[in-house]
C-alpha cells in the first residue's frame, strides 16, 4: 500500500510538508522518469517557485502511507532519486517508527548534484512488529538551478543486495555508489573515479564502458604499486 510509482497527481496519498515555497511537487515534464517515459510521473521539487525564494536550507518532506512490518519478515525499500545541477542540496530518507511517540532514523543521506540520471538506491526496513512510514527530505542549496526527484517506491520482501556482484553502478553519481575499498591506508595504490582518460599516458581507456568520452569509471593507477 506503500508503494507508489508517482503515476497520477494524487501520488498514492504520500503528505507533503513544507516550510515554504520549496516543495515537493507532482510533475512529468521537467524531466523523464526514471524508466524513460514521456508519461510517466514522479515527485520534485522547486527552488525558486515564485519570489522572495525560500532561503538556502529550507525543507520539505514527503512522507508514505504509514504500514505495518514485522519481525517474521524481511522487507525493505527500494526508489530511484534525482540529484543534479549547480546549486543542488542535500536528500535523505528516514524511517519512522509510529509507537506512543514517532522514533525517525535516518538511513540514507546524500548532498550535492550527482548527475543527470536516476540513480537506485535500497534500504532495509526494521525487523520488529511495528508500523513504520518513510520520509523523504529534500533540503533547498544555494540557488535556483537545481532538481531533486523522487520515482518509483517499492516496498518488498526481502533485505537489499549487499554483496558487489549484485549491485549495478554506472559511477557516475560522486557517492561512487556507496562502494568501499580495502586499499592501504596511506597508498597511492588507490580505486579512483576518473573522466575521459586515466593521466598516465597511452594506458587506461578512453571514456566509459559505454563509449562516452565524459561517462565516469573506477580504475588503479598502477604505477603506484
Known amino acids: 500500500i506503500a508503494s507508489c510509482d508517482f503515476g497520477s497527481s494524487e501520488f498514492c496519498r504520500y503528505d507533503v510538508l513544507a516550510e515554504s515555497t520549496f516543495t515537493w511537487t507532482w510533475g512529468r515534464y ?15 521539487t522547486v527552488p525558486c517557485l515564485r519570489q522572495p525564494y525560500p532561503p538556502e536550507g ?14 517474521t519478515t524481511k522487507q525493505s525499500t527500494s526508489f530511484y532519486y534525482y540529484m543534479h545541477w549547480a546549486n543542488t542540496g542535500s536528500f535523505e530518507v528516514d524511517i519512522n517508527k509510529h509507537k506512543t511517540s514517532v522514533e525517525s532514523t535516518t538511513v ?8 543527470d540520471g536516476w540513480i537506485y538506491s535500497c534500504v532495509n526496513l526494521p525487523e520488529e512488529d511495528v508500523t513504520v512510514s518513510l520520509s523523504f527530505s529534500a533540503v533547498r542549496g544555494d540557488g535556483c538551478d ?18 558487489l ?9 560522486s557517492n561512487g555508489c556507496q562502494y568501499s575499498s580495502n586499499c592501504t591506508v596511506g597508498s597511492k595504490f588507490q580505486w579512483t573515479r576518473q573522466q575521459s582518460r586515466t593521466p598516465s599516458d ?3 581507456p578512453y571514456g566509459d564502458a559505454d563509449g562516452k568520452l565524459l561517462g565516469h569509471f573506477m580504475f588503479v593507477e598502477s604505477s603506484h604499486g
Open 58 to 71: 529550507s525543507q520539505a518532506t514527503l512522507t508514505t502511507v504509514q504500514f505495518d512490518v514485522t519481525s
Open 108 to 115: 540514507f543521506s546524500i548532498a550535492g548534484s550527482q548527475y
Open 202 to 204: 597511452d594506458t587506461g
Open 30 to 44: 521537467l524531466i523523464l522518469d526514471h524508466t524513460g517515459s514521456d508519461y510517466g510521473g514522479y515527485m520534485h
Open 146 to 163: 537545481s532538481v531533486i526527484a523522487v520515482d518509483d517506491v517499492t516496498i518488498s520482501d526481502g533485505t537489499c543486495a549487499v554483496l
Open 165 to 173: 556482484s549484485e549491485v549495478t553502478c554506472s559511477f557516475e553519481g
